[in-house]
């Protein structure tokens, strides 16, 4: 199974982290957010900002994510999320 959270859940973590933005059109979600602790502003290369995308559908109360890009100064990547993906555990925790 993808990895997922409640809509709900994940709508009340965003109103309280403003490095966090949710954007839904239709049954599909965007979260974009950039890692802001010290160190995640380590390893930023070139000491610029790094921005991450997490793309899901909504599927009943639930968003199921299926593809997670970075976006940095040295380009951007696509990573799709497989089923129980460990970069994913950070959900389990909102």
């Given at each position: 199974?993808?990895?997922?959270?409640?809509?709900?859940?994940?709508?009340?973590?965003?109103?309280?982290?403003?490095?966090?933005k949710?954007?839904?059109?239709?049954?599909?979600?965007?979260?974009?957010?950039?890692?802001?602790?010290?160190?995640?502003?380590?390893?930023?290369?070139?000491?610029?900002?790094?921005?991450?995308?997490?793309?899901?559908?909504?599927?009943?109360d639930?968003i199921?994510?299926?593809?997670?890009?970075?976006?940095?100064?040295?380009?951007?990547?696509?990573?799709?999320?497989?089923?129980?993906?460990?970069?994913?555990?950070?959900?389990?925790?909102?």
């Amino acid at each position: 199974m993808k990895p997922h959270i409640n809509k709900n859940r994940l709508e009340e973590y965003v109103i309280e982290n403003p490095s966090f933005k949710l954007y839904e059109k239709n049954d599909y979600i965007e979260l974009h957010f950039f890692p802001n602790t010290p160190e995640a502003q380590a390893h930023f290369p070139d000491g610029e900002q790094v921005e991450h995308v997490m793309y899901g559908e909504i599927i009943d109360d639930d968003i199921y994510f299926y593809k997670f890009e970075t976006n940095s100064s040295l380009g951007k990547t696509e990573t799709e999320i497989l089923d129980d993906d460990p970069i994913m555990e950070w959900l389990k925790y909102i």
